[in-house]
T-cell receptor, first 114, second 110 residues
Framework: DGGITQSPKYLFRKEGQNVTLSCEQN?????MYWYRQDPGQGLRLIYY???????QKGDIAEGYSVSREKKESFPLTVTSAQKNPTAFYLC?????????????FGPGTRLTVL | EDQVTQSPEALRLQEGESSSLNCSYT??????LFWYRQDPGKGPEFLFT???AGEEKEKERLKATLTKKESFLHITAPKPEDSATYLC???????????FGGGTRLMVKP
């Protein structure tokens, strides 16, 4: 089955630590996205990538970093510079420019800072 | 800057009681308006894409409509399993980024 996987489902981090969230897709989508969702709120874009080896900052990129070395993978690192990292993180993918712009989402990773 | 506002924030319905959710938007050029359903602790599930004013799409008890300023998600005779948060988003003029509204949390009681 094609889809998007995120791991881990739950992640606990101590203050001052960097952590990396995994996102993999086998949908052959060109574009991938990372969003953050806080309780009772909508999604805010952190970073997105339209092609391999290229990515752009979204609305709230400070304290985060990404890489796109493979089409299938778009890991997100939450650095110690992110002041309030506790949130639900969602990865998505799409095929922009084909007339079908829907983004499909993974199951999410819930990050808690202890 | 694109903006999306959803109302109400929460909606309680009795099973079978039809209603509508609103999504108001301001964009420099609409490339698409998207509706998603999100269950607690899960990723959003794609429902509909609307591209131009006057367009309508249906799926089971849900019907989405679009005008130049807003979109409605009509729910006809809802069931408890329709309880979820419904998210609306618009695609930016470049076709790269989605801007989401805050969502409407729908609760349908039997």
């Amino acid at each position: 089955d094609g889809g998007i996987t995120q791991s881990p489902k739950y992640l606990f981090r101590k203050e001052g630590q960097n952590v990396t969230l995994s996102c993999e897709q086998n949908l052959n989508h060109d574009a991938m996205y990372w969003y953050r969702q806080d309780p009772g709120q909508g999604l805010r874009l952190i970073y997105y990538s339209q092609i391999v080896n290229d990515f752009q900052k979204g609305d709230i990129a400070e304290g985060y970093s990404v890489s796109r070395e493979k089409k299938e993978s778009f890991p997100l690192t939450v650095t110690s510079a992110q002041k309030n990292p506790t949130a639900f993180y969602l990865c998505a993918s799409s095929t922009p420019g084909t007339g079908q712009n829907e983004q499909f989402f993974g199951p999410g990773t819930r990050l808690t800072v202890l | 800057e694109d903006q999306v506002t959803q109302s109400p924030e929460a909606l309680r319905l009795q099973e079978g009681e039809s209603s509508s959710l609103n999504c108001s938007y301001t964009v420099s050029g609409l490339r698409g308006l998207f509706w998603y359903r999100q269950d607690p602790g899960k990723g959003p599930e794609f429902l509909f894409t609307l591209y131009s004013a006057g367009e309508e799409k249906e799926k089971e008890r849900l019907k989405a409509t679009l005008t130049k300023k807003e979109s409605f998600l009509h729910i006809t005779a809802p069931k408890p399993e329709d309880s979820a948060t419904y998210l609306c988003a618009v695609l930016d003029n470049a076709g790269n980024m989605l801007t989401f509204g805050g969502g409407t949390r729908l609760m349908v009681k039997p």
